[in-house]
């Protein structure tokens, strides 16, 4: 790893230990470099305005000054581009248009120096993706999800047979390349899972949830797992 990049995870470490600090020996077992390194660079982040503080003693270490301001954004070349990577490639994904303006937004507060190292390294990555389902469909299931309100399916299935129906929406899942809705139907009074991309139509109805949750839908595909913000 190199040092700006340990300097980026170092700082995220910090700020993932909260009140209670971590020591300089931990950090240093986890980057895998020395005690002596870690502390140059803690000394580096203190310098570059991170709120650094440490306590000394048995118990003691270092961590983030809660409430106090940190850089807008802190991120390497490498990882302003994993984030446009991920988004350009699931462009079917739930939430995909709000992360890609998400990433927009990273993008533009970036220092000039990284954004224009970021710029030059994202050419160095393809994506051929799928072309993405209707904005107002997704727009739909979305809203249901988010607000867990029933939602109205056009829905074509495998065989070709058409049917409208009313579903509770549970989860959104990925596997096997396809992203589907996964959730209580009201028609066969079954939990369901329906390719997003054979829903025709989708409308948001008024009437909430009945209350159906996520054990109901049984065990999740291989390697499957909840997305999440925390490594």
Not at 14 to 24: F, K, M, V, Y
Not at 83 to 90: E, N, T
Not at 118 to 124: I, T
Request: aromatic share 6%; with cysteine; proline share 6%.
């Amino acid at each position: 790893m190199k040092r700006v990049e340990r300097l980026h995870a170092l700082s995220e470490m910090l700020r993932r230990s909260g009140r209670r600090g971590i020591s300089a020996e931990r950090l240093a077992a986890a980057f895998e470099v020395s005690v002596r390194t870690i502390k140059r660079d803690l000394d580096a982040l203190e310098n570059s305005g991170a709120p650094v503080w440490s306590r000394p003693g048995p118990g003691g270490g270092y961590g983030l000054a809660g409430g106090a301001s940190l850089p807008p954004v802190s991120l390497s070349p490498a990882q302003a581009v994993a984030l446009m990577a991920a988004v350009s490639a699931a462009p079917d994904a739930p939430y995909a248009d709000l992360a890609a303006a998400g990433v927009r937004k990273i993008m533009d507060v970036l220092d000039p120096k990284t954004r224009a190292q970021a710029d030059e390294l994202a050419h160095r990555v393809w994506v051929n993706a799928l072309p993405a389902s209707s904005r107002a469909i997704k727009s739909a299931l979305e809203e249901a999800m988010a607000e867990q309100r029933v939602i109205r399916l056009r829905y074509t299935a495998g065989d070709g047979t058409a049917t409208t129906r009313d579903v509770e929406p549970v989860l959104f899942a990925a596997t096997n390349g396809q992203w589907y809705l996964v959730g209580w139907c009201r028609l066969r009074d079954a939990m369901r899972w329906f390719t997003v991309s054979r829903i025709e139509r989708a409308v948001v109805t008024k009437t909430a949830c009945s209350g159906h949750g996520i054990h109901e839908v049984g065990e999740p595909p291989a390697n499957a797992r909840p997305v999440h913000g925390r490594g």
